[in-house]
């Protein structure tokens, strides 16, 4: 006899995911807005595992909170844009978060503001011991696994006028601030396609970085910010993997 493939209806679903689009559709049916005591008492859901089931809707933007009552939030209108015309932000946040995910250490997306490096989407790792990004932090390029990785994708006149323009501070011992140091950082970046910034920034933390593109124009730089104490061969070898995935996956 020979084998076929599942048909779809023979694949059991997954309750999470159906409780998750039962609260959206129910919240959607509801333009006036509804309280979490009535999404329990419709759809059958202990209020506990509501309560969190509807922060990380909020938290996503697929809901908003108005009071006590939830209403249908902007990350819906996004589902239904096109890839394009999503901002650069919204297109790395999933990605951001897989890493942080697949990694639990902290997970950033990084892009060029002048001369400094700013963190556009991060995500914290669970990790009593972490290294903490906010949003909108700026660093001096220099330092930074990111960093270099974006002033390896300047040309070479824009890259003469950054070595001309700034002054390269030191934070720490380990801080490469000459032009020959930078130099040889942005060609061992190409050659290898990552970056690696050893307590350059900050004592004790390691960040890796990598490019990424999108229809082929460098946009920024995902990376990763691990304690130097975590940061072994065979994690490493990991970060990149993951990185290198996630560079792949934006388009």
Do not use: C
């Amino acid at each position: 006899m020979n084998a076929s493939p599942l048909s779809t209806s023979a694949v059991p679903p997954v309750k999470s995911a159906l409780r998750t689009l039962d609260v959206i559709e129910f919240v959607v049916a509801h333009r006036q807005g509804v309280v979490a005591q009535e999404i329990a008492g419709a759809l059958g859901i202990p209020v506990s595992s509501l309560s969190y089931l509807l922060t990380t809707l909020a938290d996503r933007g697929y809901l908003v909170r108005e009071g006590r009552r939830y209403l249908p939030g902007p990350g819906l209108e996004r589902l239904r844009a096109a890839p394009e015309a999503l901002p650069l932000a919204d297109r790395v946040a999933p990605l951001v978060r897989a890493l942080k995910g697949e990694l639990n250490e902290t997970a950033s997306f990084m892009v060029q503001r002048g001369w400094e490096v700013e963190a556009l989407v991060t995500e914290a790792s669970d990790q009593a011991l972490r290294y903490a990004v906010d949003p909108g932090t700026r660093r001096p390029l220099h330092a930074l696994a990111a960093g270099k990785v974006i002033l390896a994708a300047l040309t070479s006149s824009e890259l003469a006028r950054y070595f001309a323009e700034t002054t390269r501070a030191v934070f720490t011992p380990a801080t490469r601030t000459g032009e020959a140091d930078l130099t040889d950082d942005i060609a061992r970046i190409a050659a290898e396609g990552m970056a690696i910034a050893r307590e350059e920034a900050t004592v004790g933390i390691v960040g890796t970085a990598v490019p990424a593109r999108m229809d082929g124009q460098f946009v920024g730089a995902f990376s990763v910010a691990i304690p130097a104490v975590r940061f072994d061969t065979a994690l490493e070898a990991r970060v990149r993997q993951a990185l290198l995935r996630a560079a792949a996956a934006l388009v």
